[in-house]
T-cell receptor, first 117, second 114 residues
Framework: AQSVTQLGSHVSVSEGALVLLRCNYSSSVPPYLFWYVQYPNQGLQLLLKYTTGATLVKGINGFEAEFKKSETSFHLTKPSAHMSDAAEYFCAVSDRGYGGSQGNLIFGKGTKLSVKP | DAGVTQSPTHLIKTRGQHVTLRCSPISGHKSVSWYQQVLGQGPQFIFQYYEKEERGRGNFPDRFSARQFPNYSSELNVNALLLGDSALYLC?????????????FGDGTRLSIL
């Protein structure tokens, strides 16, 4: 079964510093990959996705992620953190098909990002 | 365009009761999925519906059921509520049922069981 591992349940950075949130998946067939952000008392907002093509994908709010098949990773980065980036971030995968539900997003446990002034 | 809307936003129930949660997808979206998010965890998949048919079911007991209506809105029903059912229930919609189509989430229904 697919699984997603997010290293670090809590990451703290200073405003203006690099943000790096780690995500690894377990699958012999590369899945579709997504990053979502969740602000308190809200649902999840899609940041970016990788389905095919260029392995470096750009998303909203200056975030980007790189799909590395050899490392089974899809780490999320942002060059310069803003206070407004403080939230919880979830990495998720879905199957490329061949039976079963493709609408089944499998989420990691999340990484809470704190931004210090 | 309106996003995914869920109702109610908050709900308090007691053990043994049943509950119905409602979801309206983004206009034009035909797939609706339901997730349970327990505090401190990532969402867990419950159901996916596409064109009124169940397309997938997660590892949840039969007390959980759902349906999708002709206008693509959906209901999630939970019977015989347990304390452990306390969670944020999220609905997500997408244009189709394929895994490469991003899912757009509502703000959820927070269910508390006393």
């Amino acid at each position: 079964a697919q699984s997603v591992t997010q290293l670090g349940s809590h990451v703290s950075v200073s405003e203006g510093a690099l943000v790096l949130l780690r995500c690894n998946y377990s699958s012999s067939v590369p899945p579709y990959l997504f990053w979502y952000v969740q602000y308190p008392n809200q649902g999840l907002q899609l940041l970016l996705k990788y389905t095919t093509g260029a392995t470096l994908v750009k998303g909203i709010n200056g975030f980007e992620a790189e799909f590395k098949k050899s490392e089974t990773s899809f780490h999320l980065t942002k060059p310069s953190a803003h206070m407004s980036d403080a939230a919880e971030y979830f990495c998720a995968v879905s199957d490329r098909g061949y039976g079963g539900s493709q609408g089944n997003l499998i989420f990691g446990k999340g990484t809470k990002l704190s931004v210090k002034p | 365009d309106a996003g995914v809307t869920q109702s109610p936003t908050h709900l308090i129930k007691t053990r043994g009761q049943h509950v119905t949660l409602r979801c309206s997808p983004i206009s034009g979206h035909k797939s609706v999925s339901w997730y349970q998010q327990v505090l401190g965890q990532g969402p867990q998949f419950i159901f996916q519906y596409y064109e009124k048919e169940e397309r997938g079911r997660g590892n949840f007991p039969d007390r959980f059921s759902a349906r999708q209506f002709p206008n693509y809105s959906s209901e999630l029903n939970v019977n015989a509520l347990l304390l452990g059912d306390s969670a944020l229930y999220l609905c997500a919609s997408s244009q189709g049922e394929l895994g490469n189509q991003p899912q757009h989430f509502g703000d959820g229904t927070r269910l508390s069981i006393l």
